[in-house]
C-alpha cells in the first residue's frame, strides 16, 4: 500500500505563497489526487484566499484541494479530536487535522508548531524570507 500523506493548511499556504519551505511540500503535493485532505483544511485554505486572493483563486484552489481524498469529520473523527486536542493542547481545527491523520495512517506536512514532536508528524519550521 502507497503512504499516505496529509498537508496541512500551513504546508498549503507556503506553496501558494512560493516561500522557502515549499521545497520540503511540493513533492507531496505532487501526488495529488492521492493526497488525504481533511474538509477542515478546504475552509481554512479557502477563507485564507478569499480574503488574500479573491474568489477566482480560491475556487481554482478549492478544486484542486476536492480532487484529492477527501475525509469529513466522522463521529469517530469528531471523538479523537477532542481526545487528541486535549491531550496535546492543539486548537480545534489542529485538533481534527491529527485526528483524521491518525484515523488514515497518514503523514502530515507542516510548519506549524502546535504538531511539532508528534507521531507521524513532518514539521519544519517557518522560516521567514529572504529579504530582496
Known amino acids: 500500500m502507497k503512504p499516505q500523506h496529509i498537508l496541512d493548511s500551513s504546508a498549503w499556504i507556503e506553496i501558494l505563497d512560493h516561500g522557502p519551505n515549499t521545497k520540503h511540500f511540493k513533492p507531496i503535493l505532487l501526488q495529488l489526487p492521492n493526497l488525504i485532505i481533511p474538509t477542515i483544511i478546504i475552509t481554512e485554505i479557502r477563507k ?9 483563486k480560491a ?14 469529520i466522522t463521529p469517530e473523527i ?8 486535549h491531550q496535546h493542547k492543539l486548537p480545534l481545527a489542529d485538533s481534527i487535522i491529527y485526528a483524521t491523520n491518525i484515523s488514515t495512517n497518514s503523514t502530515l506536512w507542516t510548519q506549524d508548531a502546535d504538531f511539532e514532536n508528534l507521531p507521524n508528524v513532518k514539521y519544519f519550521p517557518k522560516v521567514k524570507p529572504s529579504k530582496p
Open 48 to 56: 485564507f484566499i478569499l480574503r488574500e486572493r479573491g474568489q477566482e
Open 59 to 72: 475556487d481554482t484552489v478549492t478544486r484542486s484541494l476536492s480532487s484529492g481524498i477527501i475525509v469529513e
Open 78 to 85: 469528531a471523538k479523537a479530536a477532542a481526545d487528541l486536542g
